[in-house]
């Protein structure tokens, strides 16, 4: 059985958020970690406003939050973090050192979903991502066969270091997937901070060996997805198919990102 596990649900949209609740994603395993929830709390305290109510919308007691050990579900945190992003007007969640305000993620992808191709497509949104949040730089690069979203951190991040550097990835890889409508598998994936006393959900959140300590965050995947041509915006064709890599062409949902529906190779300048 797969296990879902939402951290930060850029592409979430209002009405998702407030539909009647899906009884079979209701009783899927809590394996989220209430580090993640507190993450968004801290935000709410860095802007000076009261998390309770986006608290009591995602089921989230007291007792549960206080608990170090506990867990939450994928459903919930889309609760949690969808409404946290709104009433904050910040989809960085508190994580830069200004506001991303609500509809920036789309407009990245809005910018990038022109592209000719997967890698030009995200070159393109690493580009763009460096011009509203400074705070860290993306860049995607190419050795051989393999593809690398490195993250590289400009200023010290704090007590939302984990829940940033996390989500940026998760964010990143959704994205390409839904690009190009398929499940990009990924090989590994690394991280600059010590593992955390949940590293259990790394691998359900990047299912690839997870490294900790490193001296970079970077996630790996097989070049060959580059050269994809982006589906979405485009409509299905027999060459978007055929230039699928034949390793893994398991669709997945097609889910624009928030407010919205992205280099050739990454050497190409988008």
């Not at 860095?46 to 109510?53: I, R, W």
């Not at 991040?157 to 190009?180: D, K, P, T, Y």
């Not at 790394?202 to 790996?220: H, K, M, R």
Request: net charge positive; proline share 6%; hydrophobic share 45%.
């Amino acid at each position: 059985m797969s296990i879902r596990l939402q951290i930060a649900p850029f592409v979430v949209i209002l009405q998702a958020m407030l539909s009647a609740p899906d009884p079979t994603r209701q009783r899927a395993p809590a394996v989220t970690p209430m580090a993640f929830v507190k993450a968004i709390v801290q935000a709410y305290v860095k802007y000076g406003q009261d998390p309770a109510q986006v608290l009591a919308l995602a089921q989230i007691t007291p007792d549960a939050l206080s608990r170090a050990e506990a867990r939450i579900s994928a459903a919930q945190m889309e609760h949690l973090s969808g409404a946290a992003m709104q009433e904050l007007d910040d989809e960085g969640l508190g994580w830069f050192s200004r506001r991303l305000p609500w509809g920036s993620y789309g407009m990245l992808a809005r910018a990038s979903i022109s592209a000719p191709n997967l890698g030009m497509a995200l070159k393109r949104w690493c580009r763009h991502h460096g011009l509203i949040a400074d705070d860290i730089t993306l860049s995607l690069t190419v050795n051989g066969q393999s593809a690398t979203l490195t993250i590289l951190e400009q200023r010290d991040l704090q007590a939302l270091r984990e829940f940033c550097l996390v989500s940026v990835l998760r964010n990143f890889h959704g994205l390409a997937c839904w690009l190009i409508d398929s499940r990009i598998g990924l090989s590994g994936a690394r991280f600059s901070f010590a593992a955390p006393a949940h590293q259990d959900v790394y691998q359900v959140l990047f299912s690839a060996p997870a490294l900790f300590g490193a001296a970079q965050t970077a996630i790996d995947f097989d070049a060959r997805y580059l050269d994809a041509t982006a589906a979405q915006g485009r409509g299905r064709t027999a060459a978007h198919a055929a230039t699928r890599p034949a390793a893994d062409r398991a669709a997945i949902p097609a889910r624009p990102p928030a407010g919205a529906a992205g280099t050739s190779g990454a050497g190409t300048p988008a």
